[in-house]
């Protein structure tokens, strides 16, 4: 049996804000028929531009009703901007904590919230995320860059560990070896970063330059768009968008919402990411 927080048991038995917003400003969906788990998100903005009411409706279990509950809690009031920032991290905090098997619930309502801000932003709707990098486990649909991620933000150690957050390598399994080695990896490169000293501005270009040409690149390629790295000032990376990307009402949450957080997870968290025309 998992043990539950006693807030997770009271949004659990007494969710709060269920339903759908009908002429939302924003609607995002998450979720995988594989796992069994969805959640769908609406929000309607205030004249300040603030989230006066927002609403889920979710097929999963205790864990992702009280992560959707208690996410509706937390973004209420805030700006786009700002419920743009929060993460399944802090669910997890506000309700005192997850079973680690349960930790994916979490991260289903960051994704879902993600999902309806892109949709206020772009008009877009979509219910997945563009995978970013080599895929690992085909059941799930999580790549190398989000196994990474895990490593690095949560410190995880175990293969288990990743599939309690990510769900990765827990259906057939037959990607468990992938995931070990990619945890071996990252978690020697991390070892050998502590006490190393901080990268030279070169070291700091060349690095953003391969995360660009690995990563970003191909995945702005797909959807007909571009990137070109024009300066790096101390902890500011210029960049310009080309392509479908320039001009696209979507392009402030293509660069703070997909660039930035690559370049920050995979070159450095101090980094930020400014557009030059």
């Known amino acids: ?3 539950y927080t006693e807030t997770v048991k ?12 009908e002429d939302a400003d924003g609607v995002g969906m998450e979720g995988s028929l594989a796992c069994g788990d969805a959640l769908k998100i609406s929000f309607k903005l205030d004249d300040e531009g603030r989230i006066a009411d927002v609403k889920f409706k979710t097929f999963g279990c205790a864990s992702a ?3 959707a509950s208690i996410l509706t809690e937390m973004v209420k009031g805030l700006t786009i901007e700002e419920a743009a920032h929060v993460s399944n991290s802090q669910i997890v905090t506000k309700l005192g904590g997850l079973p680690d098997q349960k930790l994916h619930c979490s991260v289903m309502g ?13 008009g ?15 059941c799930f649909g999580v790549t190398e860059n989000d196994i990474e991620s895990a490593v690095r933000d949560h410190h995880l150690t175990a293969v288990d560990q990743i599939g ?29 970063e502590e006490g190393k000293p901080a990268m030279t501005n070169l070291e700091k270009i060349e690095k953003i330059k391969s995360v660009i040409e690995s990563t970003i690149r191909p995945a702005l390629q ?4 571009d990137i070109r790295l024009i300066d790096v000032e101390a902890n500011t990376v210029k960049v310009e968008l080309q392509g479908a990307c320039s001009g696209c009402p979507m392009a402030a949450m293509t660069l703070k919402g997909f660039v ?5 997870q995979l070159v450095d968290p101090a980094l930020v990411i400014e557009a030059v025309r």
């Open 164 to 192: 309690d957050l990510t769900k990765a390598g827990t259906a057939c399994g037959s990607c468990k070896d992938d995931i070990k080695d990619i945890i071996d990896r990252v978690l020697k490169e991390m070892k050998n």
């Open 1 to 3: 049996m998992w043990d």
């Open 110 to 122: 960051e994704e879902a919230l993600k999902a309806a801000i892109c949709n206020f932003k772009t």
């Open 260 to 264: 930035e957080e690559q370049i920050k």
């Open 10 to 21: 009271d949004h659990f038995l007494h969710p709060r804000n269920v339903g759908e917003i």
């Open 222 to 225: 797909q959807d007909g768009g």
């Open 65 to 67: 009703i009280a992560s």
């Open 124 to 138: 877009k709707h979509a219910t997945r995320k563009t995978p970013v990098g080599r895929i690992i486990c085909n």
